[in-house]
């Protein structure tokens, strides 16, 4: 397993595995907006702020992140290769690439939706702690923030 920068030679396979846990995410359900990502993955690589899993040439995990806004702005691994700690070997990448002192924030299902059990302890699992309820694409979410020290 390969945890590293993305390029514009990883987008296709991405993208699959995007659309293959789509329903996990809200605003991925169509296809304008599944093009809208592509669109949004090619830029994030082109700013080096694309994280992939790669086994065998396949795209198994994907993250994207904003070094301006200090988020984490998608994480996804495929159904069969959870529990690997491919997110966390992500997450670490992200962390290595921002400045040290500034939080970190991630949006995610709020307490109660069945879809964001596995998310929400996960973050925690990393430090993050609840912040303020918010609203994206239309679905009621809250916001993670991860303080670090210099």
């Known amino acids: 397993m390969e945890i590293r920068f993305a390029n514009d030679s990883d987008l296709d396979s991405w993208m699959t595995l995007v659309e293959s846990v789509r ?19 090619s830029e994030f690589i082109g700013r080096s ?9 396949c795209i198994v995990g994907t993250l994207l992140f904003s070094r301006r806004e ?5 994480l996804a691994v495929s159904p069969k290769f959870r529990r690997q700690h491919i997110a966390e070997r ?9 400045e040290p002192g500034q ?20 973050y925690r699992r990393l430090g993050f702690r609840e912040g303020m309820l918010t609203e994206a694409f239309g679905s009621p979410v809250q916001q993670f923030v991860l303080k670090r020290e210099s």
């Open 23 to 41: 329903d996990a995410f809200p605003g991925l359900e169509t296809l304008e907006a599944l093009v809208t990502h592509r669109n949004t993955v």
């Open 49 to 57: 702020e694309a994280i992939c899993a790669a086994e065998n040439g």
């Open 70 to 74: 200090f988020e984490l702005c998608f």
């Open 90 to 98: 992500m997450v670490f990448l992200m962390l290595s690439e921002l």
């Open 103 to 122: 939080n970190v924030t991630v949006t995610t299902y709020r307490e109660g939706a069945a879809e964001g059990m596995a998310a929400r302890a996960f």
